[in-house]
């Protein structure tokens, strides 16, 4: 039997553009950090482009583990089996049309080494395609579980996570969450472990049309909906902290393009600094 990898690196497949498919098999394959096996998952079983691409790199280099699905299984299921054919002590995971940088493998497994108390440490995103940008995300575990009562504040493509933790606690995708199996993820884990965010851009995030995010934005902000109400339901006082530093204005009216009034955090502001009166929202 093979030496079991200290990472196990999750990708799940879907008609991938086969440029977009290239591009992320060599990043990975790249990698200064070595010791991995790369699971990718085809759930488009139909598509003999992109398995022709994959097994073509698996001929020379045996790291790469390819399986394919009898019929299309949908993005959750897929990435629950991949779980369950990881070997690795950690998992990265990887999204199908990303870039991952040369040393995010290596970076991780090296905070996940010295800090035992991590179950999930994962890295800054730079978009790029339709949308260039780069998002910022709290560094730490506190500011972290702060900013998750309203979004899904760790990059999911670009997350390593410690698999004894998934498995001592029970936890997988649950599917009823999809299109934000990810925030769902990191909701529940964030009742067992603690997060940490890598200051470095570890992942190259493709923004298009065709992505997930794009194609599935209403349904994905319906389960973020839930998620977060959930949450902030069970730690209020995270959410009491999240009020006092949220960067989101609820209300503005201008005059002539002269700011009068602005709603931010449940005060009104005259002038768009003045503070004149605290509100409650019903």
Not at 26 to 46: A, G, H, R, V
Not at 59 to 78: C, F, L, P, Q, V
């Amino acid at each position: 039997m093979s030496k079991m990898p200290r990472v196990s690196v999750l990708t799940p497949i879907y008609n991938t553009n086969p440029v977009h498919l290239r591009e992320m098999i060599e990043s990975i394959l790249n990698q200064t950090f070595t010791d991995f096996e790369f699971l990718i998952l085809n759930d488009s079983p139909d598509n003999k482009e992109i398995e022709k691409i994959v097994l073509e790199y698996a001929k020379h280099d045996k790291r790469i583990k390819y399986a394919k699905n009898d019929k299309n299984m949908g993005i959750t299921r897929s990435r629950n089996k991949l779980l369950k054919m990881a070997r690795g002590e950690y998992l990265a995971i990887f999204d199908h049309d990303d870039i991952s940088m040369p040393t995010r493998l290596e970076q991780e497994v090296n905070y996940l080494d010295k800090n035992p108390y991590i179950g999930v440490v994962s890295g800054m995103l730079e978009h790029f395609g339709t949308q260039t940008y780069n998002w910022p995300y709290p560094e730490n575990d506190t500011d972290i579980r702060i900013m998750l009562c309203n979004n899904c504040y760790i990059a999911h493509t670009a997350a390593m996570i410690r698999k004894s933790v998934l498995i001592d606690n029970g936890i997988e995708y649950e599917e009823f969450y999809t299109p934000a199996e990810d925030y769902r993820l990191w909701i529940r884990l964030a009742e067992c472990t603690h997060f940490y965010n890598i200051q470095d851009v570890l992942v190259r995030y493709r923004w298009s049309d065709d992505n997930t995010t794009t194609k599935q934005l209403q349904k994905m902000e319906n389960a973020r909906h839930a998620i977060y109400l959930e949450y902030r339901d069970k730690h209020p006082a995270l959410y009491e902290e999240f009020k006092k530093i949220s960067p989101y204005t609820r209300y503005r009216l201008s005059l002539f393009g002269i700011p009068l009034l602005k709603v931010k955090n449940n005060k009104v502001y005259l002038f768009g600094f003045l503070p004149i009166i605290k509100i409650k929202w019903k």
